[in-house]
């Protein structure tokens, strides 16, 4: 008896549905993990002069951890987490940045207790259901940094540095600008949303509908509105700085002087907002120099209040992260290319049961030696186990044939030359480090 319930059969009138990533969603295929891994090297190599360590954080949170973390009316938490509800009816998002979960597990972990400040850095992927266009995915990564129980406006200034060094590392730090500004403390902020609030009534049917919105939940984020009417307005606005208390106004003049100190060019914007709640103090953004605020490559604070917020004791804090596709992308447009990593040394071609074993004797030595390595293990013929060599680009390829293995020699081809050499079978690899050079070979030790 058929059964036809069974929908995974195959209908062999019909081809299969080919399968696409979703929107937004993309693949990262292996030229574009060249640029990965230099972007992660950059990363790691900073990071780890400064002391910062690596930390993971879940791709799910509990979603308190982001709409008390974020704050209920940011754009991330209202319009793009990713929420879906776990069987037992607990609500859970993935994670949209990464600051929340740090802190989350810095509390849970009692860190407190450890020296501080408690460093991080991280290289992760993370989730918004925004508009996907050039530069916005709804999944993407970003690497970041945490530094957690210090106030002092040198660990701002430090951290800064630090994210410049690696655009400066990548060779793109041209491209940006540094825009800095200073929300003041909490109270400070409180005083200047309710006078910016003032400001804005009676105003409302000039703003755009978002910026209605906004003026009720968020109205800082007005002052970053790309709307042309809300941009006049706002440029109109009382200024943050003439709220600011004394501390906050002395912090900031501390972090412009480290900033000058520490040779890093910067701009003061009065207008940068950022849109997570969680930030008080010093704010900044990289903003690319031909877009504006238009896709930011990366962002970030202090968010002295947050560690309270999110359940554990008042902790001052410090971080920034980055789109590493937007790293990505400017390193492509500035013609920047990855050293080739990933590129075969050289091609082992054979003939004949003997050689066979002899071959796969010789990649697994070669590879051993640092030699990136391929085999023609099938049953092709000579030549097209030689324009397979070709296609896969190798300047070098061995060849192993009956009279080889019984002469205890192999033959070396340079490809691009056609130019054959008969060489002792025992003298193939250092003749091929030395034809790929010394500087080219591939070993690492466990723990490097
Ligand atoms: P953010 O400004 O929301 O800050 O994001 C940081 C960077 O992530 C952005 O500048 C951008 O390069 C990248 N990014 C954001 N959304 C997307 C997207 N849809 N597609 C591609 N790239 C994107 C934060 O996330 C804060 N947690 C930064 C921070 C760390 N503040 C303190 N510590």
């Known amino acids: 008896?058929?059964?036809?319930?069974?929908?995974?059969?195959?209908?062999?009138?019909?081809?299969?549905?080919?399968?696409?990533?979703?929107?937004?969603?993309?693949?990262?295929?292996?030229?574009?993990?060249?640029?990965?891994?230099?972007?992660?090297?950059?990363?790691?190599?900073?990071?780890?002069?400064?002391?910062?360590?690596?930390?993971?954080?879940?791709?799910?949170e509990e979603t308190g951890v982001f709409t008390r973390g974020l704050g209920e009316s940011t754009d991330v938490v209202s319009k793009e987490m990713f929420t879906m509800t776990s069987r037992s009816g607990k609500s859970m998002s993935l994670k949209p940045e990464?600051?929340?979960?740090?802190?989350?597990?810095?509390?849970?972990?009692?860190?407190?207790?450890?020296?501080?400040?408690?460093?991080?850095?991280?290289?992760?992927?993370?989730?918004?259901?925004?508009?996907?266009?050039k530069g916005?995915?709804?999944?993407?990564?970003?690497?970041?940094?945490?530094v957690i129980g210090e106030r002092d406006a040198s660990v701002d200034a430090q951290v800064i540095h630090i994210s410049w060094k690696i655009l400066k590392d990548l060779g793109i730090a041209e491209r940006f600008d540094l825009q800095?500004?200073?929300?003041?403390?909490?109270?400070?902020?409180?005083?200047?949303?309710?006078?910016?609030?003032?400001?804005f009534?009676?105003?409302?049917?000039?703003?755009?509908?978002?910026?209605?919105?906004?003026?009720?939940?968020?109205?800082?984020?007005?002052?970053?509105?790309?709307?042309?009417?809300?941009?006049?307005?706002?440029?109109?606005?009382?200024?943050?700085?003439?709220?600011?208390?004394?501390?906050?106004?002395?912090?900031?003049?501390?972090?412009?002087?480290?900033?000058?100190?520490l040779d890093v060019p910067f701009y003061e914007n009065t207008r940068l907002v950022r849109g997570l709640d969680y930030y008080s103090d010093t704010v900044f953004e990289y903003w690319d120099?031909?877009?504006?605020?238009?896709?930011?490559?990366?962002?970030?604070?202090?968010?002295?209040?947050l560690v309270e917020k999110l359940g554990g004791q008042h902790t001052p804090a410090f971080g920034c992260a980055f789109g590493v596709e937007r790293v990505m992308m400017h390193l492509k447009e500035a013609g920047i290319t990855p050293p080739p990593k990933d590129r075969i040394h050289v091609f082992i071609a054979q003939l004949g049961e003997e050689a066979k074993k002899k071959a796969m004797r010789l990649v697994s030595d070669l590879r051993e030696n640092g030699i990136h390595t391929m085999g023609a293990m099938g049953k092709s013929s000579m030549k097209a186990q030689l324009k397979m060599a070709d296609k896969f680009?190798?300047?070098?390829?061995?060849?192993?044939?009956?009279v080889e293995v019984r002469n205890h020699t192999a033959i070396i081809r340079d490809m691009a030359h056609g130019r054959q050499e008969i060489v002792k079978m025992e003298t193939v690899i250092p003749e091929i480090i030395a034809r790929v050079g010394k500087e080219n070979v591939d070993i690492y030790q466990l723990g490097e």
């Open 201 to 261: 009534y009676g105003k409302e049917r000039h703003l755009c509908s978002d910026c209605q919105n906004r003026l009720e939940s968020n109205p800082l984020r007005i002052l970053d509105c790309k709307e042309e009417d809300c941009q006049i307005l706002s440029s109109l606005a009382p200024k943050m700085q003439e709220y600011l208390d004394a501390e906050s106004k002395d912090f900031y003049e501390k972090l412009k002087e480290y900033l000058q100190e």
């Open 289 to 305: 120099r031909t877009q504006g605020a238009q896709n930011a490559i990366g962002g970030g604070g202090r968010y002295d209040g």
């Open 98 to 133: 990464g600051t929340a979960g740090v802190v989350r597990a810095y509390i849970e972990h009692g860190m407190h207790t450890l020296p501080q400040p408690v460093q991080f850095y991280y290289i992760e992927p993370h989730f918004r259901y925004d508009r996907p266009q």
């Open 180 to 199: 800095i500004n200073t929300l003041g403390t909490p109270s400070a902020r409180a005083d200047y949303i309710l006078a910016l609030k003032n400001y």
């Open 136 to 146: 916005r995915f709804r999944q993407f990564h970003q690497y970041g940094f945490e």
């Open 393 to 402: 680009g190798v300047d070098w390829t061995v060849i192993l044939g009956e």
């Open 1 to 60: 008896m058929s059964d036809t319930s069974n929908t995974d059969i195959l209908d062999i009138s019909q081809s299969p549905k080919k399968f696409q990533s979703l929107r937004g969603f993309t693949d990262h295929l292996p030229e574009d993990h060249e640029y990965f891994t230099l972007i992660k090297k950059a990363v790691r190599h900073r990071a780890r002069q400064a002391g910062l360590r690596r930390i993971s954080t879940p791709l799910l």
